[in-house]
């Protein structure tokens, strides 16, 4: 497995590090250069210099986001030095704005690639560095890691929609925990809860599931995201929830309406924005009763953080019978929830919903927390509570379409045989014994919220090979 790489921008006096450049070429047609740290990668540097051109026209071009911002010489500067853990890292020159009236918080930023990269993967880190450089060229104060790999990520498929799909490893991590939420990172994961995970990589779902929903599938949304995030001066407002409700036009509705897609991922029902997957990446579902044994109360095993969310399933419903699930929450919280069968996604705000039989159902609550929750703190900080909840599942005999349950949403009838492919059996995560294992230099943890958030290192990128 490979370590957490980290830009070398931990501490300020190391921000205006580059790699060593023994040699360059230019590209012909976009104001780019390569650099080789070995004269052995000369060679390589012409097929960089194809992707980033091949990236410019795609992201730039084509879908819109923020052209890179030049470079005293006007150069983007990419690098190809020695790095044996296989990273790579996209940075500011100087962590100022290059424009203060501009809306934006933009700076220049260069490239750097460990030559350890495989030339088979080598257009796919170009492409989520690329989108990296467009993001400082947005807005580098932004704090929220998953907006910046996720989109980063996202980025990949958009660039390269025939040849290159996000990295499914990073979708299984991300679907093993859905009670973290949309700011969580693999740092805040592994720190808090000891699970190893590229979380904010696999975070390329929420991207994937707002451009289908909300864009145009081939990549706006990311712009649109990154373009409501924006703001100068160093407070984060607009936030990635300020932005994420500006661009769906309801952040409550478009995060549950993720919650249910979600459960299809793995299944032979996968959403089209997320085909790519495979069978690997089913929800984790955190627990399972039969329609048999109902009357059952079900304590989640992680409680879920705000905008986080648990499941369970409910197997083997007969028909005319009704199964309601009614949580029990914090007086000041709000919830949604979600149910998904074989033939109906349904969701909405509240703690109790109804849904018919026959088959199988799988039933989520969504946190959607207090109503001045995102008034009352600093994003991502204020996303770090948890709420303690509990399901009530029950079943009744059914009266009619109108069960006349309390809290019955009175949508249509459910039927079908279940998919079981998207158990929690299927997804396998790789947790070493520290959170360091098997890193190379420039390894590093952190917490969501922490300091390291807010200076260069958000411009670190951490990869690895599933």
């Known amino acids: 497995m490979l370590c957490k790489t980290m830009a070398i921008l931990a501490q300020p006096a190391q921000i205006n590090w580059r790699p060593p450049s023994n040699g360059s070429v230019d590209s012909t047609t976009h104001p780019a250069r390569c650099h080789w740290e070995e004269d052995a990668d000369a060679d390589r540097c012409e097929d960089i210099l194809r992707y980033v051109e091949e990236s410019w026209d795609a992201q730039v071009t084509d879908i819109g986001f ?7 010489d006007g150069i ?9 853990a296989g990273g790579a890292f996209t940075a500011c020159n100087t962590y100022s704005d290059s424009d203060a009236a501009d809306g934006l918080s933009a700076c220049a930023a260069y490239i750097a690639l460990a030559r350890s990269i495989s030339s ?15 993001q400082f060229a947005t807005d580098f104060r932004e704090p929220t890691y998953p907006i910046w790999e996720g989109v980063a990520t996202a980025a990949e498929q958009w660039t390269y929609p025939e040849k290159l799909t996000p990295t499914v490893g990073y979708v299984v991590d991300y679907q093993d925990a859905p009670w973290a939420g949309i700011s969580a990172d693999g740092y805040f994961l592994w720190d808090v809860h000891q699970l190893w995970s590229y979380y904010e990589y696999g975070s390329a779902l929420w991207v994937l599931h707002l451009d289908a929903r909300y864009g145009d599938g081939a990549g706006a949304g990311g712009v649109a995201l990154w373009e409501a995030a924006a703001q100068e001066g160093s407070e984060n407002k607009p936030d990635v929830l300020d932005a994420y409700d500006a661009v769906t036009g309801g952040w409550q509705d478009a995060l549950l309406s993720l919650s249910a897609e979600r459960v299809r991922i793995g299944t032979e029902d996968t959403p089209a924005w997320a085909a790519f997957t495979g069978t690997r990446a089913g929800l984790r579902i955190d627990q399972e009763v039969s329609a048999a044994d109902l009357p059952a109360e079900i304590i989640p095993t992680v409680m879920p953080y705000t905008t986080g969310a648990t499941y369970a399933r409910v197997t083997d419903i007969p028909e005319g019978m009704t199964i309601t699930l009614a949580a029990s929450v914090p007086g000041d919280t709000q919830w949604g929830v979600v149910a998904v069968s074989d033939s109906s996604e349904r969701w909405e705000q509240g703690t109790v919903l109804s849904i018919e039989g026959p088959g199988d159902v799988v039933l989520g609550l969504v946190n959607l927390d207090h109503d001045d929750f995102h008034t009352s703190g600093t994003w991502p900080d ?9 399901l009530s599942l029950s079943m009744a005999a059914s009266e009619g379409a109108d069960t006349g349950t309390p809290g019955d949403s009175g949508m249509p009838d459910d ?3 279940s998919d079981d492919s998207g158990e929690s059996d299927d997804i396998a995560i790789e947790q070493p014994s520290s959170p360091d294992a098997g890193c190379g230099a420039g390894c590093s943890t952190g917490g969501v919220g922490a300091g390291w958030l807010l200076a260069g ?6 990869r690895r090979r599933r």
């Open 76 to 84: 983007l500067d990419v690098y190809l030095y020695q790095e044996s």
């Open 382 to 390: 204020m996303l770090s509570t948890q709420r303690d909840v509990s």
């Open 120 to 134: 088979q993967e080598m257009a796919s880190y170009v492409a989520h560095e690329f989108n990296h450089v467009t």
């Open 457 to 462: 290192l958000i411009g670190l990128t951490r």
């Open 66 to 72: 923020q052209a890179p911002i030049p470079d005293p």
């Open 415 to 417: 039927s079908g045989e």
